[in-house]
Every structure is written in C-alpha cells, then in structure tokens.
C-alpha cells in the first residue's frame, strides 16, 4: 500500500512542480524561491541516526546514501523539466533526527496534536 501512495504523491508533486515552475513568470519565481527557502532541509532525509544505522546492520533497512543518489537523479530531472535551477549553497540542516530542533518544533507539534486533543480517540 505504501509503494502505491508514495508512486501516487511523486506523480503529482512532480506534474504541479513542473506546470508551476514552466508556467508564468509569477509561478515559476515563487516556485524557485520555495525551493531556495526549503532546500537546506532536504539532506536531512538521508542523514543516518542511530534507528537507521541499527535498522541497516539489522539488514532491515537502507543506506541512505543509496537512496540520495537515486533522489538526486530524479529530482534533478524534475528541475529541469520544471526550468528551475537547485541552489548552489550546499549547507543542510542537520540535528533533527538526533532531536535537536528550534523553537518552531513547539507550534508545529501543536497544529499536529490538535484533532486528537479536541476528539480524543479519534480514528480516521
């Protein structure tokens, strides 16, 4: 099931990511300035923690580094095809997944928690 939603989004994001961005002049600048505001967050997806080393020696699951090297060919496509360019700054984010997070961490928990705090044992 998993395989079929995450085929689904790419699909999409991908068709949106590239009307917008080979579309007017508007959309292709507020693409582009998503993508310079967001970027620094993406290499973080592919940084080990501890789970992940454990759950790769365990043989249960992947190397990230694999798995950027494949997302980077395929983004990078995307891109393209969109007329966008990726930033040149190659600072990442990092410490997220080692649970050092910024103030911002709070409120979006927040937003997150709300329905199951409003409805308690909701289920969808």
């Known amino acids: 099931k998993s395989i079929k939603e995450i085929t689904y989004h790419k699909k999409w994001s991908s068709e949106w990511l590239i009307r917008l961005g080979d579309g007017t002049d508007v959309s292709h600048a507020k693409m582009q300035a998503a993508i310079n505001e967001l970027w620094s967050f993406t290499g973080?997806?592919?940084?080990?923690g501890k789970v992940?080393?454990?759950?790769?020696a365990l043989g249960i699951g992947?190397?990230?580094?694999?798995?950027?090297?494949?997302?980077?060919?395929?983004?990078?496509?995307?891109?393209?095809?969109?007329t966008l360019t990726k930033?040149?700054?190659?600072?990442?984010?990092?410490?997220?997944?080692?649970?050092?997070h910024s103030e911002y961490m709070g409120f979006?928990?927040?937003?997150?928690?709300?329905?199951?705090?409003?409805?308690p044992n909701l289920e969808w």
Do not use: C, H
């Open 108 to 119: 979006l928990l927040s937003d997150l928690q709300y329905m199951q705090r409003a409805y």
């Open 44 to 48: 973080e997806m592919f940084e080990m």
């Open 62 to 82: 992947p190397d990230l580094s694999i798995l950027k090297k494949e997302w980077d060919v395929i983004v990078s496509e995307i891109i393209s095809r969109a």
């Open 87 to 100: 930033p040149s700054n190659n600072w990442m984010q990092t410490g997220g997944k080692s649970g050092n």
């Open 52 to 56: 992940d080393k454990d759950a790769l």
